[in-house]
């Protein structure tokens, strides 16, 4: 079974453009939640999205959102990009509601604001 | 929110050598897992480990729920071991969905 997925794998914008990242979840995984991962930090936590609602929200401006389609893949935009949004923003998904909360990252997308 | 501390923040090692990363964190969780951070930048599981212990060939991880801690032991270090590790726990009272992670463990592994 394929693992969860990314798109795209690396990104080059400039200050104030925009930017969509994309995840497609593990099959039959209704969870996905996204992370921002600065150079030597630990990831940390945007949203999660479950059956297609928001559940949680980190500490991000509002120029981040999301949303989660219908096949449960998923969207992260951010607008207006500052030097400091350049990270790796990983996407991880997991089969809540099975007795485990275990969550699996996909290869994440390396974005780089110029 | 939730404290997570790992320690050491670095560990140099020759191969053969055994070690124990450790995992303090500051409430109760639903939720404890170990990766491993490979230089391209993909997070790979370990163990999902809430509580008690789970061993896979050369690592075991073990977690006291109700001290707030977990270790992590690698056995035999090979030189792919190297790399960062991280401890990410998911609070109880938040989103399922969300891992608070720790400032990870850079793991070196000499021949």
């Known amino acids: 079974d394929a693992g969860v997925t990314q798109s795209p794998t690396h990104l080059i914008k400039t200050r104030g453009q925009h930017v969509t990242l994309r995840c497609s979840p593990i099959s039959g995984h209704k969870s996905v939640s996204w992370y921002q991962q600065v150079l030597g930090q630990g990831p940390q936590f945007i949203f999660q999205y479950y059956e297609k609602e928001e559940r949680g929200r980190g500490n991000f401006p509002d120029r981040f959102s999301a949303r989660q389609f219908p096949n449960y893949s998923s969207e992260l935009n951010v607008n207006a990009l500052l030097l400091g949004d350049s990270a790796l923003y990983l996407c991880a998904s997991s089969n809540l509601g099975q007795g485990s909360y275990e969550q699996y990252f996909g290869p994440g997308t390396r974005l780089t604001v110029t | 929110g939730i404290q997570v501390e790992q320690s050491p923040p670095d560990l140099i090692l020759q191969e053969g050598a055994n070690s124990t990363l450790r995992c303090n964190f500051s409430?109760?969780?639903?939720?404890l897992q170990w990766f491993h951070q490979n230089p391209w930048g993909q997070l790979i599981n370990l163990f999902y480990i809430p509580s008690g212990t789970k061993q896979n060939g050369r690592l075991s991880a073990t977690t006291v729920a109700t001290e707030r801690y977990s270790l992590l032991y690698i056995s035999s270090s090979q030189t792919t071991d190297s790399g960062v590790y991280f401890c990410?726990?998911?609070?109880?009272?938040?989103?399922?969905?969300?891992?608070?992670f720790g400032q990870g463990t850079i793991l070196t592994v000499h021949p």
């Open positions: 990410a726990v998911g609070e109880i009272g938040t989103s399922y969905g969300k891992l608070t």
């Open positions: 409430d109760s969780v639903n939720n």
